[in-house]
T-cell receptor
């Protein structure tokens, strides 16, 4: 099956710093989503991005499907950005996804 | 608009007991999913329902059964709970027929089996 690897596994930032999270996957996919799990355990969908680039406020994501990776950029980080960021991929447009292990982000004030 | 609602939020079972986790969505989505999350691991798919009346196994279906009661509701049943089923369970929904279809999660059920 598809392997999904995220890096780095942990990241500590000072408030205001920028960061890049990476997701590598082992097979061609046509569904890729990024999620944020906040410290209370809620999972929020950030992006549905099987290819190309999208931006939403301070967050943006780029997926290069031909090279099998995706990047999540967080600019001017805030303490509320803390939590775990998951990348998940799939073969179809539904929610049958394979999740990576996540990147745990801690933003210090 | 509540999105995806799961009940209960917390549950403690003894080994061998049974229980049903409930999930309902109000977004008129066709597809619904059950995932589990264990410490240090990402989420893993247990079962899914692509549309009302259909269910299929995911990555880790052993020990579970599901029922797609109607378009809104998708329940997960543990017939004889085991300590290995201690986990956080998430229900989710999406609507792949609409093309771009992000996955929406409920707030989870934290289950402990002693």
């Amino acid at each position: 099956g598809i392997q999904v690897e995220q890096s780095p596994p942990d990241l500590i930032l000072q408030e205001g710093a920028n960061s890049t999270l990476r997701c590598n996957f082992s097979d061609s996919v046509n569904n890729l989503q990024w999620f944020h799990q906040n410290p209370w355990g809620q999972l929020i969908n950030l992006f549905y991005i099987p290819s190309g680039t999208k931006q939403n406020g301070r967050l943006s994501a780029t997926t290069v499907a031909t090279e099998r990776y995706s990047l999540l950029y967080i600019s001017s980080s805030q303490t509320t950005d803390s939590g775990v960021y998951f990348c998940a991929v799939g073969y179809n447009q539904g929610g049958k996804l394979i999740f990576g292990q996540g990147t745990e982000l801690s933003v210090k004030p | 608009n509540a999105g995806v609602t799961q009940t209960p939020k917390f549950q403690v079972l003894k080994t061998g007991q049974s229980m049903t986790l409930q999930c309902a969505q109000d977004m008129n989505h066709n597809s619904m999913y059950w995932y589990r999350q264990d410490p240090g691991m990402g989420l893993r798919l247990i079962y899914y329902s692509a549309s009302e009346g259909t269910t299929d196994k995911g990555e880790v279906p052993n020990g579970y059964n599901v029922s797609r009661l109607n378009k809104r509701e998708f329940s997960l049943r543990l017939e004889s709970a085991a300590p290995s089923q201690t986990s956080v369970y998430f229900c989710a929904s999406s609507d792949p027929g609409q093309g771009i279809s992000p996955l929406h999660f409920g707030n989870g059920t934290r289950l402990t089996v002693t």
